[in-house]
């Protein structure tokens, strides 16, 4: 019993470790994005952007209902929340999966499978009752299963725990076949990876890049995440054009 507190011990500090390693690199990629976006993202943190709940709040609209749905329009109503936003929510998504996928596009000797159109599909190896958003398969046999979620910082944790037990089965499914690792990347809205990240990092330092290529990968990811949350705020109350994937 000792032995495996200990052990639990020093996965929470190595946990721990990572994501103190990431929130320097969110900093980082905050304080080098543009002005504007850059006070987005502290009016953000403050919850003080021009919300119909905020504008209720201060008096200045009479009603916080959402002008599409008729919830109130707070933070996360519009960044995460919206059911009529959900085509929005997907855009995001598919942003930053795309670019993690360009950074995978890189190496050498690796099979790359995304489930996004322009690549072979995840479901050739996992079938169609899955369809997890990005595979590596190694020379080895080695296959790394990452699946992406994006949502409001108060759901980081939930979402880890909702696709763990998603995923639970097909891992040990793929293990007859391969050496299988589950990677579950959960970022929220603005760019903040969730504790359970260290294990993107060592995936990607077992993958072969280096500490300069893993935080240019995780930088990307970052700026894309706030950029892209930044125009769906921007965009909100309006009709929605479908833009292109954004790239960095």
């Excluded at 489930?115 to 958003?133: A, C, M, Q, V």
């Excluded at 504790?195 to 500490?211: A, I, Q, R, S, W």
């Amino acid at each position: 019993m000792d032995r495996l507190k200990c052990q639990g011990s020093f996965f929470e500090n190595v946990s721990k470790f990572f994501l103190s390693q990431l929130n320097a690199i969110w900093s980082v990629s905050q304080s080098k994005l543009p002005k504007i976006i850059f006070n987005f993202t502290i009016r953000y943190l403050n919850n003080t952007l021009p919300t119909r709940k905020n504008l209720s709040r201060w008096g200045i609209l009479s009603s916080s209902d959402c002008s599409f749905c008729l919830h109130p329009e707070s933070l996360l109503h519009v960044v995460a929340g919206c059911q009529h936003y959900l085509e929005r929510f997907t855009w995001r998504y598919d942003c930053i999966l795309k670019s993690l996928a360009k950074t995978f596009q890189r190496l050498n000797e690796c099979k790359l499978l995304v489930d996004l159109p322009g690549f072979e599909s995840p479901s050739t190896i996992t079938g169609d009752e899955y369809r997890p958003d990005l595979l590596v398969s190694t020379s080895d046999k080695h296959l790394y299963v990452v699946e992406l979620t994006v949502g409001f910082e108060s759901n980081l944790t939930n979402n880890v725990n909702r696709k763990k037990a998603k995923y639970k089965n097909l891992i040990r499914e793929l293990d007859q076949n391969f050496t299988s690792k589950f990677i579950n990347l959960s970022v929220s809205s603005l760019g903040v990876f969730d504790k359970e990240c260290h294990t993107f990092v060592k995936m990607l330092n077992e993958l072969g890049l280096d500490n300069q290529h893993q935080q240019y990968c995780i930088r990307k990811m970052i700026s894309i995440a706030i950029r892209s949350t930044y125009y769906i705020f921007c965009c909100r109350n309006k009709e929605w054009t479908n833009p292109e994937l954004m790239s960095i």
